[in-house]
């Protein structure tokens, strides 16, 4: 097990059997589940040093994620349930390419052109993982992220590229995540539908 890395440097006498907190430097801090958020229990103590179950995960999240089977085949089935949100809410929408790492959709919404990217797994340097292309008029030449209107959850998933307006048969505004849940794909898209709906208001 590890330990954390701290300001005075000090390592612990037995660095396994518990995930380590140094009693100096961080006192309060103690580890929770990276999924549920359940605070981690004390296992042990040591000279310096309170030692705690676990670091990352619970043991019941490992168990629960593990019973969803390989890694690949979790993520292929919680795209194909985004897919499928997306094909209820908006039926102009259609599959057009269905391969191992990604999903796409296109169609056409509100008399827009309208494309939507949902990838297995991000390309290599890159966290873009839900990449929407929607059609937009004339007005819009740029665009920043308070333009979009996206509630803060989904505002801080954005991916590292910036919003940006491309050309090609049409202007597209083109906006990626690097994660999102089923139903946030569908608050992304239909927010990102109806701000620019109209050109975008700027003080």
């Known amino acids: 097990m590890p330990y954390y890395g701290h300001r005075c440097g000090i390592v612990p ?37 309170t030692g705690y179950a ?53 169609g056409r919404i509100d008399d827009r052109e309208v494309e939507v990217r949902l990838r ?25 992220i308070p333009d979009l209107g996206l509630p803060e959850p989904l505002r801080r998933n954005l991916s590292h590229d910036p919003p940006a307006i491309t050309q090609t048969q049409v202007r597209w505004l083109r906006v990626a995540f690097a994660h999102l849940g089923k139903l946030d794909v569908l608050t992304a898209l239909t927010t990102i539908l109806e701000r620019t709906a109209a050109p975008p208001v700027r003080a």
Do not use: N
């Open 13 to 49: 006498a037995r660095v396994r059997d518990a995930w380590w907190v140094c009693s100096t430097c961080a006192a309060d801090f103690v580890p929770r589940c990276g999924i549920c958020q359940a605070p981690a229990p004390v296992i042990d103590h040591q000279p310096g040093f």
């Open 120 to 144: 297995v797994s991000a390309r290599q340097y890159t966290g873009d993982r839900y990449i929407f292309h929607v059609e937009v008029g004339p007005a819009w030449t740029s665009v920043t």
């Open 54 to 106: 676990y670091g990352r995960l619970c043991s019941a999240c490992v168990a629960r994620v593990q019973s969803g089977g390989p890694w690949r085949k979790r993520r292929a089935l919680a795209i194909a349930a985004r897919r499928d949100v997306l094909l209820e809410r908006y039926p102009g929408l259609a599959v057009v390419r269905d391969v191992r790492s990604m999903i796409m959709l296109a």
